[in-house]
């Protein structure tokens, strides 16, 4: 193994990733959502520039960290029910269209595979579903791209 790869793993498979969102029930219960192709999270911080009085040069300073957005592919089945337009049914959560056009915020968690040592992360963050475009090739399959609003205070990332 070269000095430059982690003591963990080369590297960690997508395979196994799961992402789920809660009900809105009491106890809370989570649902996965079926048919997945893809997961991008991507954090930025705001930089802020300064500089001393008489330096010529800017210095960037990162201030509060915006959780973003996080984006997916689904294979779309209308019917299916974390994409459909229905609310909670027990302990099945809303579809990702209800979400979106309820407006409604809720748990999410991106599950990670485990690595070599049968460690697994977890994301857990708060959040709308904002964007779910449908699209479809004739000889092709319906897809629809989907963004999550990050909108938590204290969220949890690995």
Known sequence: MPASTSLIAAQLSVQGFQLTVGTSGSPDSTSFIANMDGYNQAMKATIVMTTNVGDNFARRAP??????????????IPLESSHRNAADAGTVAAGLRYLLIKRLLRPWEAIYPADANGNVGTDAYYAFVISFGIKGKVAGEF??????????QSPSFV
């Open 63 to 76: 201030t509060i960290v915006d959780p973003g957005e996080a984006t997916f592919a689904i294979f779309y």
């Open 143 to 152: 897809m629809a791209d989907i963004a999550l609003g990050i909108n938590d």
